[in-house]
C-alpha cells in the first residue's frame, strides 16, 4: 500500500497516520494560522469519534476510514495541554527498553502499600497496550494515588475502552493519541488491589 508524503524538512506541524495493517500515512503543515486550526479543532478524546478523517492539500484530497485507524501522531514543538483520562497527571509513551528498565513489580507494590489511598500523593504505574496491528505500546502514568487505589476498577475499564481517544507524550516531542477500537488488549503495572466484578481470577504464564 502507498504511503502519502507531504512533508517539508522541518514542518511545523506533522501528522502521522498509523492504519491497523501497518502503513503510515503523514502529512504537513507550515502555515502558523491553519496549525493553530487544526489544533484549535482537535480534542484528543474525541478524536476517533468521526465515521472518517480527511486531510487535504497540494491539490489532493485524502480521506480515512476512522475504524482503520490505530493511532494519531502531532509532531511539533508546542501542542495544548489536554486533560487525561481517570485523573492522571502525565501520561509518557516508552520504548519497551525503558518500561522494562524503569518497571520493578516488588517496588511497585511497596510504594502502593506505603502510599495507600492518601489525597495528595502521586504515584507512577505502567500500561502495556496491544493494538490491532500486533504492536505494543508502553506508557507510564503519573496519577493520585487514590485513583489508583480505587475500589472499583470496571468503571474506568469502560471509559477507557469507551473513550473517543487517548493520549501521551511521545518520546521527543509531540503526542500519540490511540484509537481504543484498535486495542486489542491493556495490561496494567502493577494491577489494582481489587479485581473488578466478573473478573476471572488467573495469572498469566
Known amino acids: 500500500m502507498t504511503t502519502e508524503l507531504a512533508f517539508s524538512p522541518t514542518p511545523l506541524l506533522e501528522i502521522q497516520l498509523t492504519q491497523t495493517d501497518g502503513t503510515i500515512a503523514r502529512f504537513a503543515q507550515d502555515d502558523p ?5 487544526i489544533l484549535d479543532s482537535l480534542t484528543p478524546s474525541k478524536l476517533f469519534t468521526v465515521p472518517h478523517f480527511v486531510l487535504g492539500g497540494d491539490g489532493a484530497l485524502s480521506a480515512f476510514a476512522t475504524a482503520r485507524i490505530e493511532r ?12 487525561y483520562l481517570g ?4 501520561v509518557r509513551e516508552l520504548t519497551e527498553e525503558r518500561f522494562r528498565a524503569a518497571y520493578d513489580p516488588d517496588q511497585a507494590t511497596a510504594n502502593r502499600q506505603e502510599a495507600g489511598d492518601k ?3 502521586t504515584q507512577v504505574g505502567y500500561t502495556e497496550l496491544w493494538t490491532a496491528s500486533g504492536h505494543r505500546v508502553f506508557w507510564e502514568v503519573e496519577v493520585e494515588s487514590r485513583l ?3 475500589a472499583d476498577f470496571g468503571p474506568y475499564l469502560q471509559s477507557l475502552f469507551g473513550a473517543g481517544g487517548l493520549h501521551a507524550q511521545r518520546e521527543g516531542v509531540g503526542v500519540s493519541i490511540l484509537n481504543p477500537s484498535a486495542l486489542t488488549r491493556v495490561v496494567f503495572h502493577p ?6 466484578f466478573k473478573a476471572w481470577p488467573a495469572r498469566r504464564l
Open 148 to 150: 489508583m487505589m480505587r
Open 72 to 83: 494519531v501522531d502531532l509532531i511539533a514543538a508546542q501542542l495544548p495541554s489536554w486533560p
Open 87 to 90: 485523573g492522571a497527571t502525565a
Open 119 to 121: 489525597p495528595g500523593i
Open 191 to 196: 494491577g489494582p488491589p481489587v479485581l473488578p
Open 33 to 37: 494560522a491553519l496549525v493553530r486550526q
